[in-house]
């Protein structure tokens, strides 16, 4: 695991305060110094307790190839970077997925990696068993250009929670014009984003 805490060119990354909150964070943006991640650098300089970072875009995550292995086993059959988020999910108390606006929906590649949460839905509906994930809190930071829905989007990742065991989803957060304005300077977004912060430090 990388402890680098640069996010715009470490894939992954972990760091710690002192707590005992995990917080596992999605960030499904190319753009490596983007609105995106200005807003989620915002967010890790408020967040308790220990952070992991993966980024869609970077990460070596291939996406669900409908093989459905998972249909009748524990786990996924591509052995790649998804097995050590496998356990992060499981284990942590709250997950923020972060993503631009495209076709006011998720980025493609975010999509990817979501995918591979299918095995927590065959688990469920094919093999008859509880997936062992700690209930955890959720949130949704979104930016965009001001022509996309964003309740799309927020919506379709609301629905993701569900099969990961998030049960206490947080209220939209996001920066929706940032072809006029940068999402570091849109106050309302940060505003929001303290707010949010506080939910998950809770």
Same mark, same amino acid.
């Given at each position: ?49 220990? /952070?992991?970072?993966?980024?869609? /875009? ?27 988020? /496998?356990? /992060? ?7 923020? @997925? ?24 065959? *688990? ?14 959720? *949130? ?40 006029? @304005? ?6 309302? *977004? ?13």
């Amino acid at each position: 695991m990388s402890y680098n805490t640069d996010i715009k060119n470490s894939p992954e990354h972990i760091k710690s305060k002192i707590c005992d909150k995990r917080t596992l964070i999605i960030n499904g943006s190319p753009r490596k110094n983007g609105d995106t991640v200005s807003l989620i650098k915002n967010l890790i300089t408020q967040l308790n307790g220990e /952070y992991k970072i993966v980024n869609a /875009y970077y990460s070596d995550i291939s996406p669900c190839m409908d093989c459905r292995y998972c249909w009748s086993n524990d786990g996924c059959s591509i052995n790649d970077k998804m097995t050590e988020i /496998y356990d /992060y999910i499981e284990d942590c108390d709250n997950i923020v @997925i972060a993503s631009p606006i495209y076709f006011s929906q998720p980025t493609g590649k975010l999509l990817d990696l979501c995918s591979r949460f299918q095995t927590y839905f065959a *688990a469920k509906h094919f093999r008859n068993q509880i997936p062992t994930i700690k209930t955890k809190k959720g *949130a949704v930071i979104l930016v965009g250009g001001g022509d996309g829905n964003p309740q799309k989007a927020y919506e379709t990742l609301c629905g993701i929670f569900n099969h990961i065991n998030v049960k206490d989803v947080y209220e939209l957060v996001g920066s929706y014009n940032t072809n006029i @304005i940068a999402a570091t300077n849109d106050t309302q *977004a940060n505003d929001n984003l303290k707010a949010l912060t506080e939910f998950l430090n809770d």
